[in-house]
T-cell receptor, first 117, second 116 residues
Framework: AQKVTQAQTEISVVEKEDVTLDCVYE???????LFWYKQPPSGELVFLIR??????QNEISGRYSWNFQKSTSSFNFTITASQVVDSAVYFC??????????????FGTGTRLKVLA | ETGVTQSPTHLIKTRGQQVTLRCSSQ?????VSWYQQALGQGPQFIFQ???????GRGNFPPRFSGLQFPNYSSELNVNALELDDSALYLC???????????????FGAGTRLSVL
């Protein structure tokens, strides 16, 4: 069955520390997509990154970086020099094809990140 | 701002009542997905609409139903509300049919439903 596991329920760091959020997934599909979303207190899920199963290159975007390792079915997310504004719940998600070219997402339970000033 | 708007933002209902939640998708998007997010949990897929038809459904009973309109906006209806239906309901829009769309779903801020 398709599944996403985010074992870290809550992480607290002091501002400027680096922090890594873990994501492990299970899927039967050979082609799939992985995502990270940020959910601030307002509730809206904010898209951060999409990675397809054929692209294992790590990606860096400013203070954010992502490490995709197919061999360990992991897609970890690192925030460098964390800031108070990074405080939110972060979700990892896996796509599952629905037919007609559409997909649903399977989400992990999320990791709440608290960055303390 | 994703351009996905949901209404209302908050709603209080009593057990047994019926509720309708609304979603306007991002301009140009033709697919709408609905998710239920219980407190402290990740979003759970309810169903998806594409070309005005249900195109995939999660593990939710038939009292959860929906519609998609020709302008791609959507409604989620829940009949015979139960206490466990209390949650944040999220709508996501996406574009199906173009490779450049990359299957990315853009979410609204949700409707928080409380069932008493």
């Amino acid at each position: 069955a398709q599944k996403v596991t985010q074992a870290q329920t809550e992480i607290s760091v002091v501002e400027k520390e680096d922090v890594t959020l873990d994501c492990v997934y299970e899927t039967r599909d050979t082609t799939y997509y992985l995502f990270w979303y940020k959910q601030p207190p307002s509730g809206e899920l904010v898209f951060l990154i999409r990675r397809n199963s054929f692209d294992e290159q790590n990606e860096i975007s400013g203070r954010y970086s992502w490490n995709f390792q197919k061999s360990t079915s992991s897609f970890n997310f690192t925030i460098t020099a964390s800031q108070v504004v990074d405080s939110a719940v972060y979700f990892c998600a896996l796509s599952e094809a629905q037919g007609s070219g559409t997909y649903k997402y399977i989400f992990g339970t999320g990791t709440r990140l608290k960055v303390l000033a | 701002e994703t351009g996905v708007t949901q209404s209302p933002t908050h709603l209080i209902k009593t057990r047994g009542q019926q509720v309708t939640l609304r979603c306007s998708s991002q301009s140009g998007h033709n697919t709408v997905s609905w998710y239920q997010q219980a407190l402290g949990q990740g979003p759970q897929f309810i169903f998806q609409y594409y070309r005005e038809e249900e195109n995939g459904r999660g593990n939710f009973p038939p009292r959860f139903s929906g519609l998609q309109f020709p302008n791609y906006s959507s409604e989620l209806n829940v009949n015979a509300l139960e206490l466990d239906d209390s949650a944040l309901y999220l709508c996501a829009s996406s574009l199906t049919g173009r490779k450049s769309a990359k299957n990315i779903q853009y979410f609204g801020a949700g409707t928080r439903l409380s069932v008493l």
